[in-house]
């Protein structure tokens, strides 16, 4: 089936950036550009969340507690998106799964599709 390659997770101070991105192969680039590609996220002890969305039209959905400091960007010829994360915090640690799906989920939900394996992102001093 699809393939997500996840990349660009790591170790940040608080303040500091990170950026990630997520190629998707398998998958025909017409029928890549009728789905949306997110970035969800997974703490310990926590539900996957909301980090941000980004359909073909590059309309954009952030959740509440990364709007203004992280930015998703997606590249419809090479079938990639990213997620550049700026002003990091400590409660930004998790990891961070790429999401590729064709409808978006009910407001708060987890969309059904295919993921990465994920890439841990740590904020720490």
């Known amino acids: 089936q699809v393939q997500l390659v996840e990349s660009g997770g790591g170790l940040a101070q608080p303040g500091g950036s990170l950026r990630l991105s997520c190629t998707a192969s398998?998958?025909?680039?017409?029928?890549?550009?009728?789905?949306?590609m997110g970035w969800y996220r997974q703490a310990p002890g926590k539900q996957r969340e909301l980090v941000a969305t980004i359909d073909y039209r590059k309309n954009t959905n952030y959740g509440d507690s990364v709007k203004g400091r992280f930015t998703i960007s997606r590249d419809n010829s090479k079938k990639r998106v990213s997620l550049q994360m700026n002003d990091l915090e400590p409660e930004d640690t998790a990891v961070y799964y790429c999401s590729l799906h064709r409808d978006p989920p009910p407001p708060g939900g987890i969309p059904e599709g295919d993921w990465g394996q994920g890439t841990q992102v740590t904020v720490s001093s």
């Open positions: 398998r998958l025909i680039l017409s029928v890549f550009n009728t789905y949306i």
